[in-house]
């Protein structure tokens, strides 16, 4: 058998062994970030986890080594493989983030949120108003245009209100605050979903943007900042308000209480 003809048996059989794997990686991680495996608890050994998931010793252990670089498990002698202090976890990463907030979110994951949006946004917001390309324009326009004609509801609106936000995040010509565009678009995801319980008429939140995308088309960085913290704090009352709607734990946490819903949404 040529090389040639071995490789195309194999590929068919390592791609599936690659999906089998990504499979085991999603379901280990949700279960930790869920608090089903607990932080100090010793994972099931490998042939346990081989066995579970129909999958080699060897594609269970690269996903431990996947895992391990997301900052959610550590390997101990003669303990085994350890979840880690949940502190510890790779927050940025864009997987444990999507995991994170696929479970029912509460009011303490709703604060953390609207926290590094506060120390994110507005500022980045500023610079691009006093920096912004026609490109970063663009984008932003496009993005208000499909909110603005989209269900509220809808994941199409929800969508394009991640593409406005991120666009901000990546029109700062700034690499460092760029990085934070995945991470940043799968939190706003999960949080618009709530907020869209609340904010569900169009008025209560597209007004918010135009105010938003005027200002840095107008080159204002002052008034940019106003108008985006005011969208965070509306945006965060109705999060919450959602969280009460869907019957979650709303139970306050560390930063700023809740505003009132008369100012201006996300």
Aim: charged share 25%; net charge positive.
């Amino acid at each position: 058998m040529s090389g040639q003809q071995h490789r195309r048996i194999r590929k068919p059989a390592y791609r599936q062994m690659r999906q089998k794997t990504g499979g085991a990686t999603e379901e280990i991680g949700r279960r930790i970030v869920s608090g089903q495996f607990q932080p100090g608890s010793v994972l099931p050994t490998t042939d346990v986890l081989a066995t579970e998931f129909s999958v080699s010793r060897l594609a269970i252990r690269e996903t431990m080594k996947t895992l391990a670089g997301k900052g959610l498990i550590s390997a101990r002698p003669r303990r085994g493989t350890v979840v880690r202090p949940r502190a510890e976890w790779n927050r940025f990463d864009p997987d444990v983030l999507r995991w994170h907030s696929d479970e029912r979110p509460n009011a303490a994951y709703i604060r953390s949120v609207f926290e590094i949006r506060r120390l994110i946004e507005p500022p980045a917001a500023a610079l691009v108003a006093e920096r912004a390309t026609q490109d970063t324009i663009s984008a932003m326009e496009v993005a208000f245009q499909r909110m603005a004609e989209s269900d509220p509801a809808s994941p199409e609106s929800i969508d394009a209100d991640v593409a406005f936000h991120s666009a901000i995040l990546s029109g700062t010509g700034n690499d460092f605050i760029a990085a934070f565009t995945p991470v940043m678009a799968a939190a706003l995801s999960s949080t618009f979903r709530i907020q869209r319980d609340v904010a569900r008429d169009r008025e209560h939140f597209i007004p918010s943007h135009k105010l938003i995308l005027d200002a840095i088309k107008s080159g204002d960085a002052g008034r940019t900042r106003e108008v985006y913290m005011k969208l965070l704090r509306t945006a965060e009352d109705d999060a919450i308000t959602g969280l009460q709607k869907r019957g979650a734990d709303t139970v306050q946490t560390v930063g700023d209480p809740p505003t009132s819903n008369t100012e201006l949404d996300t």
